[in-house]
T-cell receptor, first 110, second 117 residues
Framework: QQPVQSPQAVILREGEDAVINCSSS?????VHWYRQKHGEAPVFLMI?????EQKGHDKISASFNEKKQQSSLYLTASQLSYSGTYFC???????????FGKGTHLIIQP | GAVVSQHPSRVICKSGTSVKIECRSL??????MFWYRQFPKKSLMLMAT?????????EQGVEKDKFLINHASLTLSTLTVTSAHPEDSSFYIC?????????????FGSGTQLSVL
């Protein structure tokens, strides 16, 4: 079952914050976050496994709610390099294959 | 860190021909690799799970006779698009899973842009 991402697209000015949400109707084993720039392969950002977990590095962090049905990705003081499409992925496709949400397009303007 | 190499990066072929895409894990062994397909501005759609030494597991709706997957070694998986047609034009990306402790993450190849004329 494909996770639901929101919003579909965000346009920010450099330095502003963004939140991207990923939700499922069922409890998830884990949530992966990836960023993909145009024409490039997705790049792993982080994985969350435990309900209530929060983790991050630099100014990108994520949370996983207690029921493990929703995860949010937080981009703080956004930089131009943050532009791209963000995907959340959840197990359920094939043998450990991830099913990805439709993606959130993030555009950072100077 | 782990690197997944995918080749070719771009291929243009005539309708009816077959195209082979290679995916290699460069500094680790990958018993399982995944093949995804991505249309412009769309999400990654899992096509199949490639298992070393055994048959691939295909997702619902993916034609196994059209998208042949071979995983002959721990470092190489290939996807062959047989009798390609224009509707097969897409961005194909392979990935391999790396697990440590209870964590895991996917490393993606750089992708192959297939254009069928």
């Amino acid at each position: 079952q494909q996770p639901v991402q929101s919003p579909q697209a965000v346009i920010l000015r450099e330095g502003e914050d963004a939140v991207i949400n990923c939700s499922s109707s069922k409890a998830l084993y884990s949530v992966h976050w990836y960023r993909q720039k145009h024409g490039e392969a997705p790049v792993f950002l982080m994985i969350l496994l435990k309900g209530g977990e929060q983790k991050g590095h630099d100014k990108i962090s994520a949370s996983f709610n207690e029921k493990k049905q929703q995860s949010s990705l937080y981009l703080t003081a956004s930089q131009l390099s943050y532009s791209g499409t963000y995907f959340c992925g959840t197990p359920g496709g094939g043998a450990d294959g991830l099913t990805f949400g439709k993606g959130t397009h993030l555009i950072i303007q100077p | 860190g782990a690197v997944v190499s995918q080749h070719p990066s771009r291929v243009i072929c005539k309708s009816g021909t077959s195209v082979k895409i290679e995916c290699r894990s460069l500094d680790f062994q990958a018993t399982t690799m995944f093949w995804y397909r991505q249309f412009p501005k769309k999400s990654l759609m899992l096509m199949a799970t490639s298992n070393e030494g055994s048959k691939a597991t295909y997702e619902q709706g993916v034609e196994k006779d059209k998208f042949l997957i071979n995983h002959a070694s721990l470092t190489l998986s290939t996807l062959t698009v047989t009798s390609a047609h224009p509707e097969d034009s897409s961005f194909y990306i392979c990935s391999a899973i790396v697990s440590w402790a209870t964590n895991e993450k996917l490393f993606f190849g750089s992708g192959t842009q297939l254009s069928v004329l």
